[in-house]
């Protein structure tokens, strides 16, 4: 079935580091691609989707560009931030299938 | 427009109480999901709801564990005799349509502890 993979956590960054999660999907057909954000006691918020090849999804500094022959969707910012400290989940919804990644764990020091 | 509401947002119960989780999903949203999440673990999906109909149940336990959405009010997941295992955040999810293009949206979770 389809799932997807992402790297493993946690990540600990200094503020204004550049920032890589990796994510990698098996599918079948077309799925849509998600990173969604989880800050502690809450509930996931979406960050950035992409709906085809080729996308970019961009929000908050964060981008996520859609890669069908390397099915990856890595997450990327150049300059993080504390306030960026959370854990970030890849996801994809193919046909209603929605299936996310493990999570990584974020944490910015000042 | 208010985003998905879950309550309660805290439950303790005893091991064989049963357990009541309630989602209102956003406005206008007509289709539900529910996940669970373990401690450092990420979402597992348990459930799909539309009004009145249960669409795909393949993540829920085989026992205990039942789901609705009525076509009044919010949608409920119980647990029932819950146990030690069935600690953890349950979030419900809605979306406008069920196209894959389409994100969900979340609520803020409830947290389930079983004593």
Known sequence: ?110 | NAGVMQNPRHLVRRRGQEARLRCSPMKGHSHVYWYRQLPEEGLKFMVYLQKENIIDESGMPKERFSAEFPKEGPSILRIQQVVRGDSAAYFCASSLTSTSSYEQYFGPGTRLTVT
């Not at chain 1, 799932?3 to 098996?26: D, H, K, R």
């Not at chain 1, 799925?31 to 800050?39: A, E, G, K, N, R």
């Not at chain 1, 502690?40 to 996308?55: F, H, M, N, R, V």
Request: proline share 4%.
């Open chain 1, 1 to 110: 079935g389809d799932s997807v993979t992402q790297m493993e956590g946690p990540v600990t960054l200094s503020e204004e580091a550049f920032l890589t999660i990796n994510c990698t999907y098996t599918a079948t057909g077309y799925p849509s691609l998600f990173w969604y954000v989880q800050y502690p006691g809450e509930g996931l918020q979406l960050l950035l989707k992409a709906t085809k090849a080729d996308d970019k999804g961009s929000n908050k500094g964060f981008e996520a560009t859609y890669r069908k022959e390397t099915t990856s969707f890595h997450l990327e910012k150049g300059s993080v931030q504390v306030s960026d400290s959370a854990v970030y989940f890849c996801a994809l919804n193919n046909n209603n299938d929605m299936r996310f990644g493990a999570g990584t764990r974020l944490t910015v020091k000042p």
